[in-house]
């Protein structure tokens, strides 16, 4: 019987007994999270669609803003109902795990969104331009930059607030990929979220070429993580004959109950398995942004609108670390040592080479974006300290880390020119003089970023550092002191070009944001302030939030 008679056979036999196809169970409630926010995006399209353009900034400002408060409340009642620790389990047959750092992440997220949607939403910046007010985003993101059909939008006062769908739908695939608990759930969500970044990466108002350069690259980098990242679940695939999690780490612990001759002949291949679990750890490493694959960080931060930047470090940071926590904990745990070496070597080169690199750059969003790096292998630290305090300090660094990235990029908007902001290092000579109180809210979460006692960033680098220590890890803890020790040469020579620098006759002047920016950073500075005085309670639920389920 040929190939395709089998399958009509199998498609008639299947129709012929409709009571045999099982209707999937979902879970709605435990998925509000995401629903809420996917719903909203939709909603979002239909509002470019069917609203007049003068109501759409309105609209679109309203449904974000809504839905992602509601999204968040959905995720606290998940967490009062005890779904983060008692009645933890997986959902939506399989596909998703509800959980305690499924639930921490989630909520982590939402509140970057919903900070986020703040600055993109910010109209006062940029000169008034034919009498309209305009935003950080491109006037039409399908003209040519300088073209007659730019000049004629430009005049025309459009606006492109499509950008508040497309950040809806990236938080949607955002929210899946942390909780994700089978491979093809995981790569969907990746897709989900990368596509709409690309998107947003390109629609610069100012300096159009280089933010379309910077979607370039990180589209094309891009598109090769993901696919390292599907070819390493065909091979896991291939091994365990599942792409669930526990089903995958089953077979690598050698508790698979029924064992069929097809699984026999693949569970003994440990190529398989390792090149499977290596590419996979790659493409996620690539969101990370560590070292080896962090080559696309620098160009796309420095080219994408700063809103865009600051949520794409903040949210996409979040999502990666809680998808590579979930794989390494609870798909290879049997393979700890092979990865853990591995893992070592990326942290120690991620954190040097963020921090060397730091030292010698003249833009500001550069220097952030290799601070980020720098950060990213911190973290790493706590990961690789497999305990429990290592999924809790992860999780608390994280949601430091995301708030403080968020405002010091909401600061950076704030400084301007006439070609709109002024990121070289050269013209922040003297802002504290010129404007004291900008360069002391941006002097606050550059020490923060350098991990100095009383901010978040010391409490979060403390709990990561103590975690690997613990972990038997005290050699990355010195690595990781000693590139602090870098890492703050940076910062703190930015503080002094600030406050002790002669400010230029033709330097910057700072813009007067609306109340969604101020708020915004302010939101970023108080809760830097209190993780870091402050943070035994947020230590305490996040250890509490620190269990998968298996």
């Not at 290592?390 to 909401?410: K, N």
């Not at 100095?452 to 005290?474: M, N, R």
């Not at 108080?526 to 947020?538: C, D, E, K």
Request: charged letters at 10%.
């Amino acid at each position: 019987m040929t190939h395709a008679a089998t399958v009509h056979s199998l498609w008639t036999t299947a129709a012929a007994a409709p009571d045999k196809i099982p209707a999937p169970h979902i879970e709605y409630g435990q998925l509000a999270p995401t629903l809420i926010v996917l719903g909203a995006a939709i909603i979002g399209v239909l509002v470019e669609a069917f609203l007049p353009r003068a109501q759409r900034y309105a609209a679109q400002l309203f449904v974000s803003v809504v839905s992602l408060a509601a999204a968040f409340a959905a995720v606290i009642g998940l967490a009062a109902s005890d779904y983060g620790t008692g009645k933890a389990h997986v959902a939506a047959m399989g596909a998703i795990a509800v959980d305690g750092p499924a639930l921490f992440l989630q909520g982590t997220i939402l509140l970057v969104a919903l900070v986020s949607v703040f600055t993109f939403a910010e109209r006062r910046l940029d000169p008034v331009v034919h009498g309209n007010r305009v935003d950080s985003f491109a006037a039409q993101a399908a003209a040519v930059p300088g073209g007659d059909a730019e000049k004629s939008a430009v005049k025309a006062g459009f606006t492109t607030t499509e950008v508040f769908p497309l950040v809806l739908f990236a938080v949607g695939g955002m929210l899946v990929f942390p909780a994700a608990n089978d491979l093809l759930t995981l790569f969907v969500a990746l897709e989900v979220f990368s596509l709409p970044l690309y998107i947003l990466c390109a629609l610069a108002r100012r300096h159009r070429m280089l933010s379309q350069e910077s979607a370039v690259k990180y589209f094309l980098l891009g598109a090769f993580s993901s696919a390292f990242l599907l070819f390493g679940i065909a091979l896991l695939y291939g091994y365990a004959g599942t792409v669930a999690y526990a089903g995958i780490a089953d077979v690598v612990n050698g508790q698979v109950r029924n064992v069929t001759p097809a699984l026999a002949g693949t569970m003994g291949n440990d190529v398989l398995l390792l090149l499977g679990g290596a590419l996979v750890l790659m493409g996620l490493l690539f969101k990370i942004g560590a070292v080896p694959f962090h080559m696309w960080t620098p160009d796309v931060y420095q080219g994408a609108p700063t809103p865009v930047t600051g949520f794409m470090a903040a949210a996409t940071k979040v999502a990666a670390f809680g998808a590579l926590l979930r794989l390494l904990y609870v798909v290879l745990p049997g393979l700890r040592w092979d990865w853990r070496p591995v893992m070592w070597g990326v942290a120690i080169v991620t954190m040097l080479g963020g921090a060397i690199v730091a030292v010698t750059q003249t833009d500001v969003k550069r220097l952030l974006a290799y601070s980020s790096i720098a950060h990213a292998g911190f973290i790493l630290a706590g990961v690789i300290a497999t305990t429990p305090e290592g999924i809790s300090s992860v999780l608390f660094y994280l949601a430091a880390y995301s708030f403080v990235t968020l405002g010091a990029f909401a600061v950076v908007t704030l400084v301007r020119d006439a070609g709109g902001e002024a990121t070289h290092l050269s013209k922040w000579a003297g802002l504290g003089r010129r404007s004291p109180l900008v360069a002391a809210v941006f002097a606050i979460f550059l020490l923060a970023f350098a991990g100095i006692p009383l901010t978040s960033g010391f409490a979060g680098k403390f709990a990561v550092f103590k975690a690997a220590a613990d972990g038997g890890a005290g050699a990355l803890v010195v690595v990781g002191v000693i590139s602090s020790a870098i890492a703050a040469f940076f910062y703190i020579r930015v503080i002094v070009l600030m406050f002790f620098s002669e400010p230029r006759t033709d330097g910057p002047s700072v813009a007067v944001p609306s109340p969604l920016t101020s708020s915004a950073i302010a939101i970023g500075v108080a809760v830097t302030v209190v993780l870091g005085v402050a943070p035994q309670y947020f230590l305490d639920l996040a250890g509490q939030a620190g269990v998968f389920v298996r």
